[in-house]
DNA sequence: CCTGCTATTGAACACTCGTTCAACATGCAT
DNA sequence: ATGCATGTTGAACGAGTGTTCAATAGCAGG
């Protein structure tokens, strides 16, 4: 067992690199240059081996698009040392942090949109994930605004969704920066907006 | 040429069959599902006939791409009838349309956007075709609200863009329409807000 | 030492891909 | 009628694809 640890270290190394190269392919050069073969040659390893710890090129994929969502589910996870006012601020700020608005992060998710709409396996999944990144927000909205319904919480989280796709999308097309800025502050207003009923 | 007249009308009948078989099959399947022979097929063509119209592969993409950018164009075309105001605004609600948020046209969009991101020469033409689209947004504002600057107008109109760009993605994605209209109503507000100087 | 298990390799298979090309069809000009 | 340009076909080639699999390496436990 004690190499067990050190194999099993190997193990996952080996797996995540492979893991790490498709997802750097696939930002780099879309899904058609994504194949068994590049992957294997990008993270140093034969090409059965690729087929070992992923049955299929599906499965590969699969995993690099979960790998993304749980990446982004990270995104409205709360700070447990802030107010949820600074909590919500943040993940709303995050959004055009210098680790987020990297052209390889962006063209990533960008090709997982692409692959999920031409294939309904992938589909169902960015669904999903698309779903709890809205529940996340509309969670940190309702614990920093407690007057709002969870109704009212969601509908501002998915106002603020379509801004940030905006957002993600437009800093791959060169938008200037400043705009962006502009539209950070457009989902907060968005997010803190007065309750319809508090005074 | 009598005869040439019927000649050249079943010449582009073929090559724009083969043209809108191609966008067909991106916006269906993606760029994987875009063969020269899937192509024929769905277009009902030989093989050879493909390269016939289209040198390469890269060029029937290519001309895929610039047919969706006139497209796109033709959205801020504005309707000589209207007031300028008039014009703005059914500019901008025109991307809520139906013939624009159907799944194929959003689809295309979204996979030729990632196409760009992976290919620098179809990067190129889409970024023109986008710097072409907030000029003419950018004219329509100017038109309506004469009392700005060309540079405040641009600075709108990339706003505006961020916008539509994210209710463009986030339909595709499944969001309510309900937020969707709510994201026009914003493009609108920015669009016809208040001058920053003008009373 | 041997057995068994996991990790790893690369050759091999059947297939699809983009591109080329000789061949044929059609209709106009000479 | 003959020649020529244009349109159209499908076979063929080489390269690349995903997947399978026998073979090997390394190491744990007997």
Known sequence: MGTNTVNSGEQLDRQSRILEAALDLLSRHGISGVSMRSVARE?????????????????????????????????????????????????????????????????????????????????????????????????LVANARPGLTWAECRERASDVVVIQNGMWLTSLLGVDKASIQRSIQRTEDIAFGPAPDAG
């Open 43 to 139: 993270a140093g390893v034969a090409l059965g081996l690729v087929n070992y710890y992923y049955d299929d090129k599906t499965s590969l994929i699969r995993a690099a698009l979960h790998r993304v969502d749980e990446h982004d589910l990270l995104l409205v996870t709360p700070d447990p040392d802030s107010t949820p006012d600074e909590q919500l601020r943040t993940a709303l700020r995050r959004v055009a942090g210098a680790d987020l608005l990297t052209t390889k992060y962006l063209s990533l998710r960008l090709h997982l949109w692409a692959l999920a709409q031409a294939d309904e396996g992938y589909a169902e999944i960015n669904a999903a994930a698309f779903d709890r990144y809205i529940d996340g927000l509309a969670t």
